[in-house]
């Protein structure tokens, strides 16, 4: 059974910085994308940033872009988003999902993502 942990987040000024983490159990595939979305009261689900198991390559959403980065511990199979000089538009509930069908085409898109985390919120004041 495939579980995700979060923990990080919380509530900052603008311009502070926050590092989520995300802790995965029960992955039995090898190609598979680990992803951060975050969802604003009365909002869709946004793709912030996903990066792939093999390879690692990174992928981010165009509001985060020079500000988020996100990480990997292969081996630890667990995932840091680190975000720098947040905005009051970057508070969210923030969930980590993973794709274990690990399709590039898709990495962005919340709905091929089979497993969710908790969510955390992330509260950014201005």
């Known amino acids: 059974q495939v579980q995700l942990v979060e923990s990080g987040g919380g509530l900052v000024q603008t311009g502070d910085s926050l590092r989520l983490s995300c802790a995965a159990s029960?992955?039995?595939?090898?190609?598979?994308?680990m992803g951060w979305f975050r969802q604003a009261p009365g909002k869709e689900r946004e793709f912030v940033a996903a990066?792939?198991?093999?390879?690692?390559?990174?992928y981010y959403g165009e509001s985060v872009k020079g500000r988020f980065t996100i990480s990997r511990d292969r081996a630890k199979k667990t995932v840091t988003l680190e975000m720098n000089s947040l905005r009051p538009e970057d508070t969210a509930v923030y969930y980590c999902?993973?794709?274990?069908?690990?399709?590039?085409?898709?990495?962005?898109?919340?709905?091929?993502?089979?497993?969710w985390g908790q969510g955390t919120q992330v509260t950014v004041s201005s």
């Open positions: 999902g993973v794709d274990q069908g690990g399709i590039l085409s898709s990495i962005r898109d919340p709905n091929a993502y089979d497993h």
């Open positions: 029960g992955l039995t595939y090898s190609n598979y994308h």
């Open positions: 990066i792939r198991s093999i390879g690692g390559h990174t």
